[in-house]
């Protein structure tokens, strides 16, 4: 049950009008988080998310969003900052995966989108939301990545476990840099979770797929949610630089 992990504190997630981000804003809502901003491109989900975490009680606002375009990133956090005074806690959540193709079938188009929006997004939000971590005294951040950038279980989709692998090394870079700088970054590496993405990837039998993890299972949002919960909040205090699998035992297979 949640124990008001983030009580009080001023929190944003980029992608959360489905999936893993949604599910994490409502989290952080349930643990107590005074304000939750929203970000995404599908304004509807995107306010009708708003108004289920404003009934939970915390405050929000959704801004309409895409994380490939550096200046709707850094008006996100200067709205944030401009509209709340604050910022405490980040989670990058948007993320992109190609049609399942081999490698020489891919075009540069799809290098430049897979990459655009799981690396390069990653890094210019980073830029923007460090300083007002910083200028709020510090604080936390949580990249989702994936267990496709540690071991590449999927032959059809060499772009997005590249771009993966390059947003753990961003992650862990920044972590090293701003540690000192009382900001904590840390990856979250989902398995086999039951999202649009996942359900769109091309797999035939999810059944088969799911037997094969330990668990003998699909993970949900909300497993994921509760996990970026954790690593947001003072109980993982002395973690930094690490990626956490949230992957059913898939890795330790």
């Not at 460090?130 to 604080?139: D, K, N, Q």
């Amino acid at each position: 049950m949640p124990a008001e992990r983030l009580d009080g504190r001023t929190c944003l997630v980029l992608g959360a009008t489905s999936g893993i981000g949604r599910a994490t804003a409502l989290r952080m809502a349930r643990e107590g988080a005074a304000i939750v901003v929203i970000a995404g491109r599908r304004q509807t989900l995107g306010a009708r998310l708003e108004e289920e975490l404003q009934r939970s009680g915390a405050r929000s606002l959704f801004i309409p969003a895409d994380v490939t375009q550096e200046d709707d990133l850094a008006r996100l956090t200067e709205q944030t900052m401009r509209r709340f005074g604050r910022l405490d806690a980040v989670f990058n959540n948007a993320g992109f995966q190609e049609r399942r193709a081999p490698l020489a079938e891919q075009s540069d188009g799809v290098y430049a989108q897979v990459f655009d929006t799981n690396v390069r997004a990653m890094f210019h939000a980073m830029r923007h939301e460090i300083p007002a971590l910083m200028a709020s005294g510090g604080g936390a951040i949580v990249n989702n990545t994936s267990v496709s950038g540690i071991r590449n279980p999927n032959p059809g989709l060499a772009l997005y476990g590249a771009s993966k692998a390059a947003a753990i090394a961003l992650t862990r870079a920044a972590a090293m840099e701003y540690a000192s700088k009382g900001i904590r970054i840390n990856a979250i590496a989902p398995g086999r979770v039951v999202t649009d993405m996942m359900l769109s990837s091309g797999i035939a039998d999810m059944r088969s797929v799911a037997a094969g993890l330990p668990l003998r299972r699909m993970g949900h949002p909300e497993e994921i949610a509760a996990a970026v919960v954790w690593l947001l909040s003072g109980e993982a205090s002395y973690i930094v630089g690490h990626v956490l699998g949230a992957d059913g035992g898939f890795l330790a297979g």
